[in-house]
């Protein structure tokens, strides 16, 4: 477990399977009683997730990121704000997460709008990360061409000097975004390839509607 997940906390579920009149009401909390379920299980980096985007054209692509805060208003990550993934969604703020737990035959599949997070939050969490992944925020130039590795670690270990046994600030070029889901599926594997799948989706009025979906 990565100790830099500050999760709230849920129950852990202990149905297996998936029925659209007993799942939680609201998808977030559904969420995190799998996600805590993945946890408890001992699961390698349960809070990874691929996240898609797309440019303004509409050219997808995708990445593996880690989950950092999951609540009532979405799902959190950090990233620097120069990489292709944070281009794209400044030019198309919209995305889709997924989650896969192979080991407990579950995914979720979670499509919404994205925004940065304030830069008082993400001044919050930097705060908070071990000192060389602050540093290695500060020395990587992410998503850019670079000649070899030992630029980096060069950079790297002239940041280090400089810092001294100061605390290392957040560069502006670094943050969080928010994504507010408005979809969000939920898929368990069942015998016979009659899987379920629960799909959310909210309404205007901030409701979510439950349905099953077929396999």
Same mark, same amino acid.
Request: aromatic share 10%; proline share 6%; glycine share 6%.
């Given at each position: 477990?990565?100790?830099?997940?500050?999760?709230?906390?849920? +129950?852990?579920?202990?149905?297996? $399977?998936?029925?659209?009149?007993?799942?939680?009401?609201?998808?977030?909390?559904?969420?995190?009683?799998?996600?805590?379920?993945?946890?408890?299980?001992? +699961?390698? +980096?349960?809070?990874?997730?691929? #996240? $898609?985007?797309?440019?303004?054209?509409?050219? /997808?692509?995708?990445?593996?990121?880690?989950?950092? #805060?999951?609540?009532?208003?979405?799902?959190? %990550?950090?990233?620097? &704000?120069?990489?292709?993934?944070?281009?794209?969604?400044?030019?198309?703020? %919209?995305?889709? #997460?997924? %989650? &896969?737990?192979?080991?407990?035959?579950?995914?979720?599949?979670?499509?919404?709008?994205?925004?940065?997070?304030?830069?008082?939050?993400?001044?919050? &969490?930097?705060?908070?990360? /071990?000192?060389?992944?602050?540093?290695?925020? #500060?020395?990587?130039?992410?998503?850019?061409?670079?000649?070899?590795?030992?630029? +980096?670690?060069?950079?790297?270990?002239?940041?280090?000097?400089?810092?001294?046994?100061?605390?290392?600030?957040?560069?502006?070029?670094?943050?969080?975004?928010?994504?507010?889901?408005?979809?969000?599926? %939920?898929?368990?594997?069942?015998?016979?390839?009659?899987?379920?799948?629960?799909? &959310?989706?909210?309404?205007?009025?901030?409701?979510?509607?439950?349905?099953?979906?077929? /396999?």
């Amino acid at each position: 477990m990565n100790p830099e997940l500050p999760l709230k906390e849920a +129950l852990t579920t202990t149905n297996d $399977a998936l029925d659209e009149k007993t799942v939680a009401r609201d998808p977030l909390v559904q969420f995190q009683h799998w996600l805590n379920d993945a946890i408890a299980a001992g +699961l390698s +980096l349960p809070e990874a997730m691929t #996240l $898609a985007t797309s440019t303004r054209e509409g050219k /997808p692509s995708a990445r593996l990121v880690l989950l950092k #805060l999951a609540d009532e208003r979405g799902f959190v %990550f950090f990233t620097n &704000y120069g990489s292709n993934k944070a281009r794209d969604l400044d030019a198309n703020p %919209f995305a889709a #997460l997924v %989650f &896969y737990w192979p080991q407990l035959e579950r995914q979720v599949r979670i499509e919404g709008s994205v925004e940065r997070i304030s830069a008082a939050e993400s001044d919050e &969490y930097f705060k908070t990360r /071990p000192r060389e992944s602050q540093l290695g925020a #500060l020395s990587s130039p992410q998503s850019k061409v670079v000649e070899n590795r030992e630029v +980096l670690e060069q950079r790297f270990h002239e940041l280090d000097e400089m810092y001294g046994d100061r605390g290392v600030e957040r560069p502006a070029h670094w943050g969080g975004y928010r994504l507010k889901p408005g979809r969000v599926e %939920f898929w368990k594997a069942r015998p016979s390839r009659l899987h379920d799948r629960i799909l &959310y989706e909210q309404h205007s009025d901030g409701d979510w509607s439950i349905h099953r979906l077929a /396999p």
